[in-house]
Structure formats: structure tokens, C-alpha cells
């Protein structure tokens, strides 16, 4: 987007396309080694212990060696979108200036497909870093709709690949997310409203109903079957290799809660029922 060999100086080309002169000539700093072994660790203890909030979570690793400060562990936790599953009236970070959701999925039955899609973004360790996964979730039939891997959470990756599964499959009647920036930015939920779904966002770390933790239940199954067998060198690698997998994930994983069908079979299913009942 930058040339600095362009006869315009840089300066010029930055606020010509309304950026500001600092992330022009921001470098990123590599995440140190120490950080890396943290962010895993703090991963896999999300994963086992949804509840633990910073105070828990820095216990724990202080039991297992590693020094570490409580306000580190915060920070850490904020670079994965890291919330503790448990309640925390008043807690939530919002994006200041952005427009808040009501959430409604409280005691509705999810029965049919397409009825509400779900948005999640998590963190995905590598060899020498990190990216963001984010998905599109069926909520009904648990197939995964579309994905993206990023090296940042934004909403030009969640609108990317909310269209994605729009062109797929069409509209759904309810879109659920969380209150993350990604989520509630007029860039996202515009071009959610726009294709006529109503938008749901529940709290960060909010343990209400079970559409939160059944996401948690799939970034469960993505990392512990998939990403944490392997040290990817880089983001082409994680992509593939997580792609790999998210076509096995619906294509083949049978589910105890869908009585032995896989996503696609759900889904497919769904799907046939609801024409039937038209």
C-alpha cells in the first residue's frame, strides 16, 4: 500500500490514505521466547480450566516454575481474546463508541439449520509465533461453515468470512459473536444486518447457555487433535494443515450429541427436514 519509492513522500502517501504516520513506520517487535512458552501454556490451561481467570491462572504457573507477574498474565490473556467461562457482571471490555447487541439465545431451542451461526476467534501457537483462527459455526449441526487464519483480530478478517459462508449456504436468522472489536465493528455487523440476520452478542467470557461453550468444545477438538501434534513454521503451513483438518472435522468426526452423525450428515439432515416440513 506504501511505496517508499514513490515520488510522494511517505508522510504524503500516509495521509492520503488516512493512516497515521506511526503505523507507517511501526516494526514489529518478535515475541520472545519466555512469552511464547507462556502464551502455549496459558492455551492449554484455558482449554482444561475454561474458569480460571488471571489470579488462577498465574497460581498455576507459579506452581509449575514459571515466574510470572499477575498484570503479564492479564496482558497475554488480552493479546489471545482470553476470557475466563464464568460470570462477571460489569467486566466486559467494549470497544468504546461501538454499538452493543442484545443476546437471544437465552432458553432458545436450536433445532434447525441455518437457524443461528456462530463467530469465534482463537489463538493458534507455531513454532516461532502465534496467528488467530476464526470460524463460522453452524450452531445446530456443528459444521464449520468457513474459516480464516490472521496475524491480527480485525473485522476485515470476521466480515471476509462471514461472506464466505453467505455465499455458501445464504443467510441464517440470528448471527451470535461475543462483544470482541472484531464483532462489533460497524464494518462486521453491517454487512451481518444487511444480508437480514438479526445480531446476537453475548458477553466476553460469558457462561450463559451453551453456544459459548460448545465453541470452546471445538477449539478444544481443533488444537488438542490437530494443532499441538505439529510445530508449524509458518502461517502457509498452519493453514493448510488446519484446513486439512477442518474438512475432516466435518466431513468424517462423529458426534456423541448428534448420535453418531458427523457435522455434514447433521447438517444435510437438517436441512432435508426443514424443506419436508415447508
Request: glycine share 6%; with cysteine; net charge positive.
Amino acid at each position: 500500500m506504501i511505496d517508499r519509492e514513490h515520488e510522494l513522500p511517505v508522510t504524503r502517501q500516509a495521509k492520503l490514505l488516512g493512516l497515521s504516520r506511526g503505523s507507517v513506520y511501526y516494526v514489529a517487535q518478535p515475541v520472545s521466547s519466555a512469552d511464547l512458552t507462556l502464551l502455549r501454556r496459558l492455551d492449554e490451561l484455558h482449554l482444561e480450566h475454561p474458569f480460571m481467570g488471571a489470579r488462577m491462572l498465574r497460581r498455576q504457573l507459579l506452581f509449575e516454575g514459571l515466574q510470572v507477574g499477575r498484570r503479564h498474565v492479564r496482558t497475554l490473556m488480552r493479546r489471545m481474546g482470553m476470557e475466563a467461562l464464568c460470570p462477571q457482571p460489569g467486566t466486559s471490555q467494549r470497544h468504546p463508541g461501538h454499538k452493543i447487541y442484545p443476546y437471544l439465545l437465552r432458553k432458545l431451542a436450536i433445532t434447525r439449520a441455518n437457524q443461528v451461526w456462530a463467530l469465534d476467534t482463537t489463538y493458534i501457537p507455531m513454532a516461532r509465533g502465534f496467528v488467530y483462527l476464526t470460524a463460522v459455526v453452524e450452531v445446530a449441526s456443528r459444521m464449520v461453515l468457513a474459516h480464516k487464519l490472521a496475524v491480527t483480530m480485525e473485522a476485515c478478517h470476521a466480515k471476509e468470512i462471514i461472506e464466505q459462508a453467505f455465499a455458501r449456504l445464504g443467510a441464517p436468522e440470528i448471527v451470535n459473536t461475543d462483544q470482541g472489536s472484531q464483532f462489533t465493528a460497524e464494518e462486521f455487523t453491517s454487512a451481518v444486518i444487511d444480508r437480514g440476520c438479526k445480531l446476537s452478542m453475548d458477553g466476553r467470557g460469558s457462561w450463559r447457555d451453551n453456544v459459548k461453550v460448545f465453541v470452546e468444545r471445538l477449539w478444544r477438538s481443533v488444537k488438542y487433535e490437530c494443532v499441538y501434534l505439529k510445530a508449524y513454521a509458518g502461517v502457509s503451513a498452519a493453514r493448510a494443515d488446519i484446513g486439512r483438518y477442518l474438512d475432516w472435522f466435518n466431513a468424517h468426526r462423529a458426534h456423541s450429541s448428534l448420535h453418531g452423525a458427523t457435522p455434514q450428515q447433521a447438517y444435510l439432515d437438517l436441512g432435508s427436514k426443514l424443506e419436508a416440513a415447508a
